[in-house]
């Protein structure tokens, strides 16, 4: 099971192309709203969460998803519970996918340290030991991480991609009339 985080603030496109994508692909994928059942987007789109924090198990876990956006980004950094789910996943090699600002909690976090990562312009000091790329979308190892909201399909792609395979993605590329 794959699980989206989602705060107040977060960035809607950056969390629902990759959730929309992810279930196209029958990728079991769920969201946790970490502030509350109700989570409303940075531009006032609210979406109701299908789980809380608490009703996660880890024993299921197979990778975490981190949309961007303000402040969303701040609420999911200050979620301890999901600081400590990410440091348990890390330590498994669980997928750790990131875009916009979110790479930002992985590298302040110190997981980013001597691998490749990309984020949103302007933010690179905050992947702390990271090797900053000027790329859409950057994989290494379990880190999966993006620019923005002009990436977010890309983004999703490449998630399909590597948890199904590249004719799945490129399936779904067609059908949305995205040029990947």
Same mark, same amino acid.
């Given at each position: 099971?794959?699980?989206?985080?989602?705060?107040?603030?977060?960035?809607?496109?950056?969390?629902?192309?990759?959730? *929309?994508?992810? /279930?196209? +692909?029958?990728? =079991?994928? &769920?969201?946790?709203?970490?502030?509350?059942?109700?989570? %409303?987007?940075?531009?006032?789109?609210?979406?109701?969460?299908?789980?809380?924090?608490?009703?996660?198990?880890?024993?299921?876990?197979?990778?975490?998803?981190?949309?961007?956006?303000?402040?969303?980004?701040?609420?999911?950094?200050?979620?301890?519970?999901?600081? *400590?789910?990410? /440091?348990? +996943?890390?330590? =498994?090699? &669980?997928?750790?996918?990131?875009?916009?600002?979110?790479? %930002?909690?992985?590298?302040?976090?110190?997981?980013?340290?001597?691998?490749?990562?990309?984020?949103?312009?302007?933010?690179?000091?905050?992947?702390?030991?990271?090797?900053?790329?000027?790329?859409?979308?950057?994989?290494?190892?379990?880190?999966?991480?993006?620019?923005?909201?002009?990436?977010?399909?890309?983004?999703?792609?490449?998630?399909?991609?590597?948890?199904?395979?590249?004719? %799945?993605?490129?399936?779904?590329?067609?059908?949305?009339?995205?040029?990947?």
């Amino acid at each position: 099971m794959f699980y989206l985080f989602l705060a107040d603030g977060f960035e809607e496109t950056e969390a629902l192309a990759p959730l *929309d994508m992810m /279930r196209r +692909a029958k990728i =079991e994928v &769920k969201t946790v709203g970490v502030t509350g059942e109700f989570v %409303t987007g940075s531009h006032g789109v609210t979406v109701k969460a299908d789980l809380k924090p608490e009703e996660i198990s880890f024993n299921n876990i197979d990778g975490v998803v981190l949309p961007g956006g303000m402040p969303g980004t701040l609420h999911l950094k200050a979620h301890e519970g999901l600081a *400590d789910l990410i /440091r348990k +996943a890390d330590k =498994e090699g &669980k997928l750790l996918a990131a875009i916009c600002a979110a790479p %930002t909690i992985y590298g302040e976090m110190g997981l980013l340290e001597g691998k490749n990562a990309t984020c949103y312009p302007g933010m690179e000091d905050k992947l702390l030991g990271a090797n900053w790329q000027e790329q859409p979308v950057v994989v290494d190892g379990n880190f999966v991480t993006s620019r923005g909201v002009g990436t977010a399909i890309a983004f999703a792609l490449t998630l399909v991609t590597i948890l199904k395979d590249e004719e %799945t993605a490129k399936s779904l590329a067609n059908s949305i009339v995205y040029k990947w």
